[in-house]
T-cell receptor, first 114, second 112 residues
Framework: EPEVTQTPSHQVTQMGQEVILRCVPI?????FYWYRQILGQKVEFLVS????????KSEIFDDQFSVERPDGSNFTLKIRSTKLEDSAMYFC????????????FGSGTRLTVV | KNEVEQSPQNLTAQEGEFITINCSYS?????LHWLQQHPGGGIVSLFM???GKKKHGRLIATINIQEKHSSLHITASHPRDSAVYIC??????????????FGTGTRLTIIP
């Protein structure tokens, strides 16, 4: 069964450093998402991406965050200057198209900012 | 903004028991998802439904659109069913992009 692949599985970074989280969505999917889950809290929407542009972003997704699909296969989330409160599990998800299509989630990247 | 409430927050049961987890939401949706999250953190999609009922193995999911309510049932529960079960709703496309709004999850523990 096709998978959404996320790398790395765990990243530790110092506060103020830039991090890039990588995702390879399923190849025929057209909608891409980043979600995050702070430890002990519910999963929150960050951003959705369609047709090579952001289609919606949440209040969390401020100027420190950016997304890119540089080569038609990878989908990346960049955090420019990490803060302690960015520590969370970050999930990439993709969806083909249409109301009948479900989401496929990656296994997540656990980001720890120290 | 859609509010998604799940109950119970925690559930412990004996192996073999019939399990019910409930989810309610506040505004119209295009679909509701039931997801499973294991201790390692990964999320697996169990069901997507917009009406009626779906069954997969020992899992059954139902939704009542008029009442804005869904239930996930597990028959003949087994310790390997122990996980966090999350309800997530997809926004009505008439109100914008179809992102998912998540509930807080139900932590299920099945004791042998």
């Amino acid at each position: 069964e096709p998978e959404v692949t996320q790398t790395p599985s765990h990243q530790v970074t110092q506060m103020g450093q830039e991090v890039i989280l990588r995702c390879v969505p399923i190849s025929n999917h057209l909608y891409f998402y980043w979600y995050r889950q702070i430890l002990g809290q519910k999963v929150e929407f960050l951003v959705s991406f369609y047709n090579n542009e952001i289609s919606e972003k949440s209040e969390i997704f401020d100027d420190q965050f950016s997304v890119e699909r540089p080569d038609g296969s990878n989908f990346t989330l960049k955090i420019r200057s990490t803060k302690l409160e960015d520590s969370a599990m970050y999930f990439c998800a993709s969806r083909r198209t249409g109301n009948s299509d479900g989401y496929t989630f990656g296994s997540g990247t656990r980001l720890t900012v120290v | 903004k859609n509010e998604v409430e799940q109950s119970p927050q925690n559930l412990t049961a004996q192996e073999g028991e019939f399990i019910t987890i409930n989810c309610s939401y506040s505004v119209g949706i295009s679909a509701l998802h039931w997801l499973q999250q294991h201790p390692g953190g990964g999320i697996v999609s169990l069901f997507m439904l917009s009406s009626g009922k779906k069954k997969h193995g020992r899992l059954i999911a139902t939704i009542n659109i008029q009442e804005k309510h869904s239930s996930l049932h597990i028959t003949a529960s087994h310790p390997r069913d122990s996980a966090v079960y999350i309800c997530a709703v997809r926004s009505d496309p008439n109100f914008g992009n179809e992102k998912l709004t998540f509930g807080t999850g139900t932590r299920l523990t099945i004791i042998p």
